[in-house]
């Protein structure tokens, strides 16, 4: 590798570096930062070194929005727009994207779309898409609008192999791997074969992890020699393939791909994580449970899912001390599900719990903390009642807490029961609604939105729009290809499977309660905690798989919708705009320490080859 990573973060001006450590993925957060960028080196001087390192910049991540969301011609667009200025793209690459943005139809009239998303009608929607997009196939032309929503709302839907099916009749069939090599491959069947490739390698099965890796592979051929690759070219593929490298058990294919990217990319804060947690083995659970540990589960009217979490629970019977499970007031048969498990795991293991109304989340997480055998156990775990954990989950998790042993909990990826490529939750650093700049009121070191005022002059909790701060949602932003498997501190975990020493979970006292009936209780723990400068531990090697919809893909009744934005609301009282500051700080801080003690690590692999 010619460029060294960390003397490359040394170049970008931290109003940059602090917007990129959150990560370098997801369509929108990336397209942001190119706006960043390029603001940075309009302000900067015709000619200065900053401005060159700043335009460069700017110019790769808009590239990479692109990449993120490949059927998005108006994107598509705009990267041509720019390499028309001043060009830099290689030719196959500029072929794609005129190829791409030539098919993009928008109508005029979207709220047919819009009302149908709106009601989180995914099936709908996707009816409504895919009739566009027969019609045009059936005229001999491609409509990418349209397949980019039907692809969305089959992925939604759960059934993304159907959507892959109508991305074949848009764009043809998917080539043979020879046809690469050929060369002059038409640009929409390089698409059809990525696209195809991504919806493999979210499956979950090794035998589609090798054909994602033949098909990403033959993109790749077509813009570089995977030795050395230009600024301009297609990365996503190449990038894409050392990730099924990777979960195929190719660990050093895998290192070298990324090796390739990175020399082009070194600014890809997301794929540094990835590189370096796969080189120093920390994607392996470790051989051990961390110690003791009680799980704890809270349950109202969820009999069946119940059921289903505790089988999943019972193939890790084994790492676990205790199961503590509270029937929060429920009227169906969770009782009956509780006894069954009662028999199975035995009584000296499974301590059951009945209160005769439902008390709320915070009352039950409460609750079940105080009794004496979680007290006795080194770790406490709270797990939703709609949730599976994998076998092995205890066992990762003793791996990242030998990673970050100091850390106030930790927690891990969740991913949808019916649809596994979408993300509900990964790492949450804290976004503030305000610009937060340092002491000395130079440099910024927040990520807020551009153009927001200073905390002085936004926050005032009587406000409607007084809300301090919102949590990251790179995950929301694309499906899980590995982007988000990684072990990293951060400011909150996902309570749906929360790690906590038994004695700190006491200590630090219990959840609010005025965040009843649930949500947002969790998340003000783990803000408690860095409060008194302790973050949290965000470990993305293993995941649970959630029946809860969440974000985009949830449907919400008006008392739900109500009771969430009432939680919000008090959550963000208990948190004044200076106290966001101060941890907002304090976690890119720690998130910059430990990415520069990893781009050390990195570019002593990459010199050593």
Not at 25 to 45: I, M, P, W, Y
Not at 585 to 606: F, I, K, P, S, T
Request: charged share 20%.
């Amino acid at each position: 590798m010619s460029v060294s990573l960390l003397a490359h973060w040394r170049t970008l001006a931290p109003s940059i570096r602090s917007r990129l450590l959150h990560g370098s993925v997801g369509s929108a957060h990336c397209l942001r930062l190119a706006s960043r960028c390029l603001t940075v080196a309009g302000a900067s001087g015709v000619g200065s070194g900053d401005a060159q390192t700043a335009f460069r910049l700017g110019r790769a991540l808009l590239l990479a929005a692109w990449e993120e969301d490949p059927c998005n011609g108006q994107l598509a667009s705009q990267v041509l727009a720019l390499h028309g200025r001043v060009p830099w793209l290689g030719e196959a690459t500029a072929r794609l994207l005129a190829a791409v943005a030539g098919a993009w139809h928008a109508p005029a009239d979207l709220g047919p779309l819009e009302r149908l998303a709106a009601a989180g009608d995914w099936q709908g929607a996707l009816g409504l898409a895919a009739g566009h997009v027969v019609r045009a196939a059936d005229a001999g032309t491609c409509d990418l609008f349209w397949l980019r929503q039907a692809l969305v709302c089959a992925e939604l839907s759960g059934d993304a192999a159907w959507g892959a099916d109508l991305a074949a009749r848009a764009l043809g069939d998917v080539p043979a791997p020879e046809m690469f090599r050929r060369g002059g491959l038409a640009p929409l069947a390089a698409l059809a074969a990525y696209l195809e490739g991504c919806r493999l390698a979210t499956s979950g099965n090794a035998a589609d992890f090798a054909r994602a890796l033949g098909l990403f592979r033959g993109c790749s051929a077509l813009v570089g020699d995977h030795v050395t690759v230009p600024e301009g070219a297609w990365l996503a593929p190449l990038e894409r393939a050392g990730h099924c490298m990777a979960r195929l058990g190719a660990r050093d294919g895998a290192l070298s791909l990324w090796r390739v990217v990175l020399a082009a990319r070194p600014w890809h804060v997301s794929l540094i994580l990835r590189a370096h947690d796969v080189a120093q083995g920390y994607d392996q659970p470790a051989p051990t449970p961390p110690g003791t540990t009680a799980a704890l589960l809270y349950s109202w009217n969820k009999g069946e899912e119940l059921d289903e979490a505790l089988q999943a629970l019972a193939a890790s019977l084994d790492d676990i001390t205790v199961v503590a499970c509270l029937d929060n007031g429920s009227t169906d048969a969770t009782g009956d599900v509780m006894r069954v498990w009662g028999d199975r795991m035995g009584r000296d293991r499974f301590v059951p719990v009945r209160l005769a109304v439902n008390v709320g989340a915070p009352a039950a997480r409460n609750w079940l903390m105080q009794l004496p055998q979680v007290a006795a156990c080194e770790y406490a775990a709270y797990l939703d009642d709609d949730a599976a954990v994998p076998a092995d989950w205890l066992r990762h998790f003793a791996r990242a807490v030998a990673v970050r042993p100091d850390a106030a909990a930790w927690g891990c990826r969740v991913v949808d029961w019916h649809s596994p490529a979408l993300v509900q939750s990964a790492a949450l650093h804290m976004v503030p609604a305000f610009e937060v700049r340092d002491v000395a009121g130079g440099a910024e070191a927040g990520t807020g939105e551009d153009g927001l005022p200073d905390a002085e002059a936004v926050y005032a909790p009587t406000l409607a729009h007084g809300l301090p701060f919102t949590v990251s949602d790179l995950h929301c932003q694309t499906t899980d290809l590995g982007r988000f498997d990684h072990i990293r501190p951060c400011v909150s975990v996902t309570g749906c499977c929360h790690l906590f020493r038994a004695r700190d979970l006491l200590a630090r006292g219990g959840f609010a309660l005025s965040l009843s009936p649930s949500q947002y209780d969790d998340l003000e723990h783990d803000l408690r905690a860095a409060r008194d400068g302790r973050l949290a531990c965000y470990d993305g090697f293993f995941a649970v798989r959630h029946k809860k919809r969440t974000g985009k893909a949830a449907r919400m009744s008006g008392a739900q919708y109500g009771n969430g934005l009432g939680n919000r609301y008090k959550l963000h009282g208990m948190y004044d705009a200076p106290a966001v500051a101060r941890i907002h700080r304090m976690e890119l801080e720690a998130l910059e320490q430990d990415l520069l003690e990893r781009m050390a690590r990195l570019d002593v692999l990459h010199r050593r080859g």
